[in-house]
């Protein structure tokens, strides 16, 4: 097992690697740009080392001097989170001829998972459904033309190297179809530094379902069920539930084993997700993750697993210790995103912390970097906190989530909590019935 980690990324994610190893008995560095310099996970790793500025190309993005605090302090593996470099092929690269442990699946898989067009071709290989549409890239309207009269309208054209929503645009119908396919590769060439694209058929009601999984150096992979990650705007997700109210035991099952069985096949290592959309009782894949997800602790909520530390565990080496039998799931949890940013228009809102009180009571989690004093800075990615819940079935989960959205107090910023006080409350968040498009269908009618 490593003896010291050094955790190459910031906020609440940080600061949930630093607990997961010294629980483990680890040692721990942070890394921090001088923005964050009183940030919790500094406070608490014991040791820091600031690699720059605060643009994030200039530090967290900033691989020799990440590199370099590896050296200096003799950390013997990086954990990179999520976001930054957590997905980067070449960061893991350059990580392991550093003779650095990457915690992390290996460059290769991160390389080909990165590449949406590559990954769907090699998944369907691997037996996983994908979403019927063009074999590899689109490259003139002649093509996408044929294409999308074969496959039928609606039609989505994706950025190859996309994420985030970005370079992703629909065309209804025919006449719509030569702008979508220009604006889409003119957002990926400027996002992506790649205008690469490819269409797929355009699902009309579908939910966002992922599952977990994990996979050692031992030939194991395991699945640890799926999450409901539909509650989205800008394709960019805010609450996330596991289960899904929309799948049953054998569904769960289904999917679960066809991903397992892909990935061993694959020969993947550690932690990743495998993205679907799911309509009229079919799968049909997305995309995969290579790193651990924002919304893994309401996995871990109902199956007592911690991610993180296994993650630490089948990077150094170690056999998972489970087998899929012993994975029980138990009850049903639900996390809301906590973002710096008014609730009904998403404009950012740095500053500082005048007040904050955690919600607590039994099944409450709240992962952030916050207390009172504490200086949001604005060069990062709003979130700044995650409420989870757990609760012996959906509707106890959601009642305590409407009593711990009570008790959470930020005060000096705008957040996203009064949103959630609100959706707690919708009928069909209550009985579950929803989809992709239902939040931006919904803030529609609130502003109208």
Not at 179 to 194: P, Y
Not at 247 to 263: K, P
Request: hydrophobic share 40%.
């Amino acid at each position: 097992m490593f003896e010291k980690v050094l955790i190459a990324n910031r906020g609440e994610i940080a600061l949930r690697i630093n607990r997961a190893c010294k629980e483990m008995g680890i040692s721990t560095v942070a890394i921090h740009s001088t923005a964050d310099a009183e940030s919790m996970h500094v406070r608490l790793a014991d040791e820091s080392v600031c690699v720059g500025p605060p643009p994030a190309g200039q530090s967290y993005l900033n691989i020799p001097q990440i590199i370099a605090a590896c050296e200096i302090t003799g950390a013997e593996a990086i954990h990179p989170g999520y976001g930054f470099l957590s997905e980067n092929a070449r960061f893991a690269e350059i990580v392991r001829e550093h003779g650095i442990t990457f915690i992390g699946p290996t460059p290769e898989h991160i390389r080909l998972m990165g590449d949406k067009i590559a990954a769907k071709q090699a998944v369907k290989e691997l037996g996983i459904p994908t979403v019927p549409g063009s074999d590899g890239g689109v490259t003139s309207d002649t093509e996408a033309a044929r294409i999308a009269e074969e496959i039928g309208y609606p039609v989505l054209i994706k950025a190859a190297a996309g994420g985030g929503g970005r370079g992703m645009k629909v065309a209804q119908k025919p006449s719509d179809l030569s702008l979508a396919l220009a604006t889409a590769r003119s957002e990926a060439k400027a996002a992506f530094g790649d205008d690469a694209v490819y269409m797929e058929k355009y699902l009309q009601l579908p939910r966002h379902i992922e599952v977990q999984v994990l996979a050692d150096s031992h030939g194991k992979v395991l699945h640890l069920g799926e999450r409901d990650c539909s509650l989205q705007r800008r394709h960019q997700k805010v609450w996330e539930e596991a289960g899904s109210p929309a799948l049953n035991a054998a569904q769960r099952e289904e999917i679960g084993g066809v991903v397992t069985r892909a990935l061993n096949k694959l020969g993947y290592l550690g932690a990743g997700t495998i993205e679907f959309l799911f309509e009229d009782g079919r799968f049909y894949f997305i995309e995969m993750n290579t790193r651990l997800q924002v919304e893994h602790p309401v996995t871990e909520a109902i199956t007592g697993i911690d991610i993180v530390r296994e993650q630490i565990r089948v990077a150094s080496g170690s056999p998972l210790e489970l087998d899929q039998k012993d994975i029980v799931f138990e009850g049903h949890a639900i996390e809301c995103r906590i973002n710096a940013e008014n609730a009904f228009t998403f404009t950012p809102s740095p500053g500082t912390i005048t007040q904050f009180h955690a919600p607590g009571g039994l099944g409450v989690r709240f992962d952030s970097h916050m207390y009172t004093g504490y200086r949001i800075p604005p060069y990062y990615d709003s979130l700044a906190g995650k409420l989870i819940v757990h609760g012996k079935n959906r509707n106890e989960c959601l009642m305590r989530l409407r009593r711990a959205l009570d008790e959470l107090v930020v005060g000096g910023i705008e957040t996203t909590i009064p949103l959630f006080q609100k959706l707690v409350r919708e009928q069909d968040i209550l009985n579950g019935d929803y989809n992709i498009h239902w939040l931006e269908q919904w803030l529609a009618k609130k502003s109208a």
